[in-house]
């Protein structure tokens, strides 16, 4: 039961990835890249980190894509011109990117992962947070100075005369 | 895995999901209704009163009436958005009914993060009336999506920070042990409520919830006056009535949390035979969160709306500090008690 | 159970897609779509490691990739907005005047 539902999340994850590159208009990829991100949650989910699983929503598909889809329909863009890149750099990129991908996955696929340690933790929010406030608390806070500095700078960006 | 499908305990569950989403898809027809009888009763008129008793049979006659409309679409209109559009603000809508706690053992799914959960799905529904507004290729659809988006984006913070006192109170995330935290009394008759503990986030939770659902006051975005019908101008038919019944079940899911938040859920006096025990904790819930929808259209017959800056100027300088605020003050004496 | 290995292919594939990604389109908020992409599957091969260890460190250290994946997010889409004012055009190869 939970290989097929595995199998099945990762089709769709790798799928929605597949077509994040293949569409011409970008709001198109934006929207395969919000189903993407709600596979990994439940991907997430199934590792028993269901704390991260529902801040990947909340942040990630509901607060991060909104803004992407916005500046997109914002932008009012065309459907994509063919522009001045190399067009034989797809076919030579994804039959090499294939093959790197064989030759890690060899490496991935034999390798020992050893046994999963016991007991089995749940990623809790109590477990996340006791974590988060002890023994990363100076991560913690120099992450909300991070979030200060990038809220300045995209304003400033994005402003029409400052 | 076959064998989970034939076992007893998927007989349960599927007996608990056809009771709530049944009863909650009744409710939300019917509330549509009711909304039109209090809201011409505040206008001393007398509202849809003709078909059947009491107009009763009023939501049967509108779900007729919208399955046989004729199905526009706008010229130029991205079809493929247009039509995702409704699915894509129902399924949100309709998922955060899993994790609500409906009585002591009624509830489809008990997760352990269900609070989060139901704030991670409100957060996608706004894609629905983003990509609704965007498709339909003209322009009071485009502003009236983007404004409501815009405005859904920032009272989410609000309404986010403002339970976090009650997370503090009680604990935990999960719904129904917020419910169960909340049995008992205080000196024997005032029920251990925890709006008698946090005043502040309650009204604040509600305001930003009201904001929230884009209903009067804060329903600039699909105003009659300024934006013909908003982000849903150019829907009819199906697609528009699945849009509305989105919109009853977003301001039923708020109703909801208000309740098992603030007001104790589904605890309240249980007397009475075996069968009227177990109905009762339900029927207590039931009654709650028809009081906030009846405060909801009462707001909506009688209050005017904010105009967009105020709005915004209201939820970003006001209930934002305001619940930073309450979250200091509990965390505060939460340490020394 | 499903083995580690599975995850960490999953990982792989997915960052791979990421990368492809960001070489191929010339669109510059298809690159951002792709830096996310990769972002993602970094994730993925914390939580994986996270659970086979039993070590919640790999969870927190996803909590910061978000962190910083909202960061780099919303500046990058103002610096697109900027740059769309100034050139109409959202094609990374136009954008090529410091190019030798």
Redesign the interface.
């Known amino acids: ?1 939970i290989e ?1 539902l595995f199998l099945f999340f990762a089709a769709i994850a790798v799928g929605a990835a597949v077509n994040v590159l293949a569409q011409k208009h970008v709001l198109y990829s934006a929207l395969s890249l ?1 189903l993407m991100l709600t596979a990994m949650s439940a991907l997430f989910v199934l590792l028993e980190a ?2 991260l699983a ?2 990947n ?2 942040v990630y ?3 991060i894509m ?1 803004l992407f ?2 500046v997109i ?2 932008l009012n863009l065309p459907r994509d011109e063919n522009g001045d890149r190399l067009r034989w750099l797809k076919f030579v990129g994804i039959p090499m990117g294939v093959f790197f991908l064989l030759l890690i996955g060899r490496t991935l696929w034999t390798a020992a992962g050893g046994e999963p340690a016991q007991p089995r933790i ?1 990623g ?2 109590a477990v996340i947070g006791s974590s988060l406030f002890t023994d990363y608390v100076l991560p913690f806070e120099l992450t909300s100075l991070l979030i200060l500095i990038a809220l300045i700078g995209a304003v400033v960006f994005a402003k029409k005369d400052l | ?1 076959i064998a ?1 499908f034939a076992s007893p305990e998927f007989a349960v569950l599927l007996a608990k999901m056809i009771i709530i989403l049944g009863g909650v898809l009744g409710a939300l027809a019917y509330t549509s209704l009711v909304e039109r009888r209090v809201i011409a009763f505040v206008q001393m008129r007398p509202g849809p009163n003709r078909v059947g008793p009491f107009g009763l049979l009023q939501p049967i006659a509108d779900g007729l009436k919208f399955l046989f409309k004729e199905q526009t679409v706008p010229a130029n209109a991205n079809i493929l958005l247009y039509y995702l559009a409704p699915i894509a603000a129902m399924i949100p809508a309709l998922l955060s009914f899993s994790v609500i706690p409906f009585g002591p053992d009624l509830i489809i799914a008990d ?3 269900s609070l ?2 139901i ?3 409100t ?2 529904g ?2 629905g009336i ?1 990509l609704g507004g ?1 498709s339909s290729n003209s322009k009071y659809p ?1 502003m009236g999506a ?1 404004r409501s ?1 815009a405005q859904m ?1 920032s009272y989410e913070l609000s309404l986010t920070l403002s339970v976090v006192g009650v997370l503090m109170i009680a604990n935990t ?1 999960s719904l129904s042990q917020i419910v169960t935290s909340q049995q008992g009394y205080w000196f024997g008759v005032v029920p251990r409520w925890n709006i008698f503990v946090q005043p502040i986030a309650f009204l604040v939770y509600l305001i930003s919830g009201i904001a929230e659902t884009n209903r009067l006051p804060f329903d600039l975005a699909e105003s009659e006056q300024e934006l013909v019908a908003g982000w849903h101008t150019e829907y009819s038919g199906m697609k528009f009535a699945m849009f509305m019944l989105a919109e009853y079940a977003n301001m039923v899911t708020v109703s909801a949390l208000a309740t098992i938040l603030f007001f104790g859920g589904w605890s309240g006096p249980v007397f009475g035979p075996q069968w009227l025990q177990m109905a009762l904790p339900t029927a207590w819930f039931l009654l709650k969160i028809a009081a906030f929808m009846l405060l909801y259209i009462v707001l909506r017959a009688t209050v005017p709306r904010f105009r967009y800056d105020q709005l915004m100027r209201f939820g970003w300088k006001f209930l934002l500090p305001a619940s930073l605020a309450n979250i200091l003050f509990t965390s505060f004496l939460a340490a020394l008690s | 159970m499903i083995p580690l290995n599975w995850y960490l292919l999953l990982g792989a594939s997915l960052f791979l897609i990421g990368v492809i990604g960001f070489f191929v389109k010339h669109n510059i908020i298809a690159l951002l779509l792709s830096v996310e992409i990769m972002l993602s599957a970094v994730n993925l091969t914390f939580v994986a490691f996270s659970s086979q260890r039993g070590e919640i460190s790999g969870q927190v250290f996803v909590f910061f990739v978000l962190v910083v994946a909202a960061a780099e997010a919303a500046v990058g889409l103002a610096l697109v907005i900027a740059i769309f004012r100034n050139r109409e055009s959202l094609n990374v190869d136009r954008s090529n005047l410091l190019r030798w």
């Open positions: 039961m097929f919000i269901e704390f529902v801040i929503v909340i598909a509901g607060a909104v889809v916005f329909m914002l749940t809790s929010a | 895995m989970y997760l352990d993060v989060l959960f704030f991670a799905v957060s996608l706004v894609y983003v965007w485009l983007m988006s984006l995330v």
